[in-house]
């Protein structure tokens, strides 16, 4: 039955159903043989199901009803037996609440609307908050915008909608719409969800004609959305409009409103920068963060606004927050050629933030821009400069920042430049401990060959190898064994070795290292530590190269009171098996 009514054979659909065929049967889809003769307009089948009571209201999965059906594809003829035939004209689907009337206007079907309105469609009914009236202003239907505003449809919206049919014109650039419906009254202050007047809304989609026609009528230039400040202006800056921020200057819109060349600045906007900075735009006014055009136009690398400002007077070694300069915002944003020509310009290469004494070398470091480590080298920056000392901080060079991140080739650079590799005996790292812990192996080989000290000890009294073991990275504990590190140094404080390092952290690949790497099983009691955390491989592994069983702390814990006191059973089992004392 659905393949006759879809081919449009009456005769045969006449046929089924005789023959007992279900009149409303549907499909996977939930289409009836009406929706599917709605949907093709057949207009001959439409006629027959109705007369053998076929449901006119019955749904499809998507809650479309015939009618629906009908309008969105645009089959008058069908349209009208079926509102002839009592159809519902103001059904609407459970999901956006759509209607006939919606489908209508969303494909500007003229002579569909006029019939539905003329059958009782009710036209101020909202689809996810879209009036008729609404949707056709956004598709920029004028005739039939025309037609609902003589049926007297809403020109305004209520102050819970983000929306007006005059808001949605104007952002898709109906001019002929927006005239209408200012004609007819339309609010040309309407804000919407952002707090944005049509005014600012033609200024971001860079719609000049609208633009002009809202100015015209009376729109003020200068309103300002009330959580960020902006206005039309500043817009039409921050898109890059030139045509509407000139129109907005002839009708004296105020240039020092919201920062408009802070926003031109930053997006690279060369011309309405120029444009601007003739017109009398401070070129040093600043956010309420205190950021300015030029440091906007440094933080995304463009070079050629930033050399405008400066020839416009903008300061060179401005500081915003914390002292942070132009120059240094390029570097941390990685873009050389405005690093290149701010240092041409004179900028400061050696000035010191106020917060760690950050550099523009260190943040260059700390963000892996090598091309910009090595122009700031070149240039005279000092690759021994050392951060203040702040929390986890301390006193770290550009060598150290560079260590730590696995930057390779920053390393390489300021070795070229001779940053110093040692550190004194007050700094509690070294660029070798902070590559290490980190298990930046090339690096640490790097460092090493170039004469790392290996035995260095940080805060704690561990070295290079006792950090490795810590952290598990085997590569690195192979590096520095074959370089000569000693295998059995102790912490001075708590005579932790690697060996025993590793084992309270059940790195049980690198015992196995340093075990045939000779180191002393019988220093710091690494059985003890592995039991106490209840590595039961590390265990076996040591008891099986001779580890002590009844090895004693200084206070006369055993590897099986350790093991006890966590509830380790199986080690405990294991232990017993290679002889642990039971009473002790």
Not at 131 to 138: C, H, Q
Not at 395 to 407: R, V
Not at 439 to 461: D, F, P, R, W
Request: glycine share 8%; aromatic share 4%.
């Amino acid at each position: 039955l659905h393949a006759a009514a879809d081919e449009g054979n009456e005769e045969r659909v006449r046929r089924l159903i005789a023959l007992g065929a279900n009149i409303n049967i549907w499909d996977k889809s939930g289409y009836t043989p009406l929706a599917y003769g709605c949907t093709h307009g057949h207009v001959n089948v439409v006629c027959a199901l109705l007369q053998l009571n076929a449901d006119i209201e019955y749904v499809t999965k998507t809650g479309y009803t015939p009618l629906m059906i009908a309008v969105y594809h645009g089959h008058i003829t069908i349209v009208k037996i079926l509102l002839e035939h009592g159809a519902q004209v103001n059904n609407f689907t459970d999901t956006y609440e759509v209607s006939a009337l919606t489908f209508a206007c969303l494909n500007g079907h003229e002579e569909l609307i006029q019939l539905l309105l003329e059958f009782g469609a009710n036209m101020e009914h909202r689809t996810q908050n879209f009036t008729a009236l609404m949707i056709v202003s956004m598709h920029g239907y004028v005739k039939i915008a025309s037609l609902l505003v003589n049926l007297g449809a809403k020109i305004d919206m209520p102050h819970d909608s983000n929306e007006s049919p005059l808001t949605l014109a104007v952002r898709n650039g109906h001019v002929e719409i927006a005239k209408l419906l200012i004609e007819q009254g339309a609010n040309i202050e309407k804000i919407n969800a952002m707090g944005y007047t049509p005014l600012m809304q033609a200024a971001c989609a860079g719609h000049k004609e609208i633009i002009e026609l809202l100015i015209s009528k009376g729109a003020d230039v200068n309103a300002r959305t009330d959580q960020t400040g902006e206005t039309a202006l500043s817009l039409a800056c921050n898109y890059g409009f030139l045509d509407i921020v000139t129109c907005l200057l002839m009708a004296r819109a105020d240039i020092q409103l919201s920062n408009p060349l802070i926003d031109a600045s930053y997006n690279g906007h060369l011309d309405v920068v120029r444009h601007l900075l003739n017109t009398a735009a401070e070129v040093q006014a600043k956010t309420r963060t205190g950021e300015t055009a030029l440091t906007c136009a440094c933080e995304n690398g463009h070079t050629d606004v930033v050399d405008l400002l400066l020839q416009f007077g903008a300061e060179l070694e401005y500081n915003i927050k914390q002292g942070i300069t132009p120059l240094m915002i390029a570097c941390r944003s990685g873009h050389l050629s405005t690093v290149k020509y701010l240092i041409s310009k004179g900028a400061n290469i050696n000035h010191q933030e106020e917060v760690f004494d950050h550099t523009p070398l260190s943040f260059a470091c700390t963000a892996g821009h090598t091309a910009i480590v090595e122009e700031l080298l070149k240039h005279g920056a000092n690759p021994h400069h050392k951060l203040k000392e702040h929390k986890n901080i301390e006193k770290w060079t550009a060598l150290m920042i560079a260590s730590m991140h696995g930057y390779i080739e920053i390393v390489k650079v300021l070795l070229n430049f001779g940053a110093r590799i040692n550190m004194p005996l007050d700094n509690n790292e070294s660029p070798l401990t902070l590559a290490v812990r980190n298990g930046h192996v090339e690096i640490a080989k790097i460092l090493v060959n170039q004469g790392a000290n290996i035995e260095e000890i940080n805060i704690v009294g561990y070295t290079p190898l006792m950090l490795a073991a810590c952290a598990g990275h085997k590569e690195m504990i192979e590096l520095l064994i074959s370089k000569g590190a000693d295998v059995d140094a102790r912490a001075e404080q708590t005579g932790e070795t690697a060996l025993s390092l590793a084992c309270n952290y059940g790195f049980l690949d690198i015992v196995t290292c340093l075990l045939m790497a000779r180191a002393d099983i019988q220093l710091s009691n690494p059985l003890i530590d592995a039991s106490y955390n209840g590595h039961l491989d590390v265990v076996r592994h040591l008891l099986n190269t001779a580890a002590e069983v009844q090895a004693k702390t200084r206070t006369g814990e055993t590897a099986l009171t350790c093991a006890c006191e966590n509830g380790h059973t199986d080690v405990v089992d294991l232990l017993l098996q290679f002889g642990a004392e039971l009473v002790h």
